[in-house]
């Protein structure tokens, strides 16, 4: 009888092994939806206000620095929490260029977890996190051109939801290397602009303010509904390798 015991004890323990990739995947899944719902149901709020993100940040003390990179990384894998206050509020937190540095290494710390959690699983997995439609839209994205300039194009371009895109690029043909390369460079300009939009809170300059937020809002518009067409142009002007 113990023997019996002993032998479906094993039986059961190689099954587990042979499958743990699947057993981390429910994890990891497990994981989005527990958040997904704390996030929906409790800190929605949070991530739309920089004076909360601030306080919370700075509540940490010596280690804010790791704490608001922790907040940054979280924002990128976890993929529908809203960039752009984040790093806004890295400038509001720590003025301009701290602040830009800061988003700049959480955001690529996120987009090379997203990358690897990705490329570890393969599409069956990026198939439930993310919609048909982001997958056939920047699927047939990276193909127009050389897929390097395309991510950075991609990424450069306001309007695009850039932080699906790191799972997308995860199972696509570009490496992980030059994916942090040209993802991060076309990631500068909006980080910086988000960064200089948070430290000018502080100054009260309305106008300021204002016509960097029409600026934004007019160009994010453009990618939303022209970003594919820009990208097409500018690839076909790209010379040939």
């Not at 050389?146 to 306001?158: D, E, K, M, T």
Request: charged share 15%; with cysteine.
């Amino acid at each position: 009888m113990l023997n019996k015991a002993v032998q479906l004890m094993k039986r059961l323990l190689r099954k587990l092994y042979d499958n743990r990739a699947y057993l981390v995947l429910i994890l990891v899944l497990l994981i989005f939806v527990l958040v997904g719902y704390e996030y929906f149901e409790k800190y929605a709020s949070f991530f739309k206000d920089p004076h909360k993100i601030k306080k919370w940040v700075l509540s940490y003390g010596k280690y804010s620095f790791g704490a608001f990179i922790l907040l940054q990384i979280i924002q990128v894998v976890i993929f529908f929490i809203p960039g752009e206050i984040v790093q806004i509020a890295g400038g509001f937190i720590y003025d301009t260029f701290l602040g830009s540095i800061v988003s700049l290494i959480g955001i690529t710390l996120g987009s090379l977890i997203a990358y690897a959690i990705a490329s570890y699983f393969g599409r069956k997995f990026i198939r439930k996190i993310v919609s048909e439609k982001h997958l056939k839209f920047f699927g047939k994205i990276l193909k127009l051109g050389s897929v390097n300039y395309v991510v950075f194009l991609v990424y450069l371009i306001p309007g695009i939801p850039k932080d699906v895109v790191a799972y997308i690029c995860g199972i696509s043909d570009i490496s992980l290397s030059n994916f942090l390369i040209f993802s991060t460079l076309g990631r500068i300009p909006g980080i910086f602009v988000s960064a200089y939009f948070g430290a000018n809170i502080h100054t009260g300059n309305k106008l300021s303010l204002i016509i960097i937020s029409v600026v934004m809002i007019s160009l994010s518009a453009i990618g939303v509904f022209k970003g594919e067409k820009i990208i097409k142009k500018l690839v076909k002007k790209q010379p040939s390798q």
